[in-house]
Structure formats: C-alpha cells, structure tokens
C-alpha cells in the first residue's frame, strides 16, 4: 500500500501555497501513522481542466493501484466543480483506491466500506444533479439565441446560412440565420423524389449523376446523407408550419424562431456527410 498527496498550486500563496499543503498532508498522515506521502504537484492554472488531463495529475493516475491513498488537503484541489470531482471518484472507486480529504467532514472514500461507498453514491449523485443542470442551461441558452436568428454553432444547419446583420441596440455586427434558397430546393427535391417511389440510394444517384449538385462541402451525396437531410427538412416544414399557425398564418421573419430545429434533429446543426 503506497501513500501518495496531491497538490494543486493556488492563486492564495501564503494560505494555499504547495509548502502549505504538503506540510498539512504529511501532518494528516503522521496524525494517522500512515506512512509519509510522495506529492505530485501541479500549478494553479490547471483548475478547469480533469485530475488526468494535468501533468502530475496523470502521472499520479498511472500510479496508483489497488489499495493505494491519495491525499488531498481540500476538495478543491482535486476539483472546481462536483461533476468534475463525481468522476474522480467513480473512477478510484472502481479502481479500489482509497482517497483522504482532510477539510472534508468524513471525507475517508473506501470502496472497501459500506458507509463510505454510501457517501460516494451521494456525492456523485450530486455530481449528476449539476451536470444535468448544466445541460438544461446550455440548452435553454442556446434555444433563445437561436429563437433571436443568432448564430448558435460553427456551421449554419442545411438550407440556411450565416447573414452579417447590425444590431442597433449593442451596436455591433452578428450572424443571423436565414434560409439558403439554393439547398432549400435541393432539400425540397430530396422530399419530392421520395413520394414518387424512389429509393434512397436512387436519389443519391439522381442528385449526383442527373443534377449533378454535391453537398456543402462539395463531395458527392449519398444514402445516409440523403436520409438524414430528408428526415431534418420534413421536421423543418413541420415546425415552421406551427411557427406560422402560432403566428396566426403569417410567415414567420427570416431569422427567427428556430430553437425547435435545433433542439430537435443533429442534422441540422452539422453539414451532412
């Protein structure tokens, strides 16, 4: 069994300096007479990234094993956030690694004990809560920039296009989304084809060899590609049919209210293949 501490620099020199960690880790370990620890240490500006995406938090990864502690003076050492501690957990849970937090109260993580596996499920629960909650924001955050026709990803969805447009009130140029009438009609032929009975991969065919057009990128059309535009654009006319009955039959602005299209088909937010 090796004994082993993890030090993150920290912008509070004198308080959280790494002197002051070690010193506080080797006095937690001699308090507990376990023997004195070997420290990795990584700077203050890894704090956003995962323990195993840091230099000494890698090579501390690859070293543990099976029984082995790894101490840490506070939580946010290992962790700004508690999803990012939830998967540091799991993982040494899994690995069978017992974990010492010194500022956290019963903060003895061993996967070989009932309570403190108890303790870990809740915390990762935690860790699960904030990541969903993270996601509903990015999500809701996304759908009010895209209900605006503001740019919300690298490449506009297919059949619209980027527009540098003023905005008057911040003063400033930004790309709104509005209908590329060129693939539109490509979109629209797809749609057609199908209803006469064509196959998939005749309408590859079709697009490729009889009109002769390419994909955004310029390569050639096929099967799988044909599907998902078909299937996006049919779900486009959809909610662009709601967008207008919402709107009282009026055709809704270029621009706008196209948070459903994103929400709902990935297609849309990336080129087809």
Known sequence: MAVYGYIRHSLEKQELSAETQQFGIEQ???????????????????????????????????????????????????????????????????????????????GVFDPNNPMSR??????????????????????????????????????????????GRFDRRQNKVYNAVVVNHEERTILAKMVELRAEGYSWVQIARY????????????????????????????????TEANAQSRNGGVPQPEGEDFDEVYEEEECLTKEPD
């Open 28 to 106: 937690y370990c001699a308090r507990l007479g376990l023997e004195p620890p070997s420290c990795y240490i990584d700077p203050a500006q890894y704090s956003k990234k995962i323990l195993w995406d840091r230099p000494a938090g890698k090579e501390l990864c690859r070293a543990v094993k099976r029984g082995d502690i790894v101490v840490v003076l506070r939580i946010d050492r290992l962790s700004r956030s508690m999803m990012g501690f939830g998967k540091i957990l799991e993982r040494w849970q899994n690995q069978g690694v017992i974990m010492h937090i010194t500022d956290f109260a019963g």
């Open 207 to 238: 697009l490729n060899d009889d009109w002769k057009v390419t994909k955004r990128t310029g390569g050639k059309w096929g099967p799988e590609a044909v599907i998902r535009a078909t299937r996006a654009y049919l779900k486009l006319m959809a």
């Open 118 to 163: 108890l303790m870990a499920h809740v915390l990762m629960s935690f860790a699960d809560y904030q990541h969903e909650m993270i996601k509903q924001t990015t999500k809701e955050g996304l759908a009010t920039t895209a209900r605006q026709g503001r740019q919300t990803n690298i490449h506009a969805p297919y059949g619209f296009k980027f527009e």
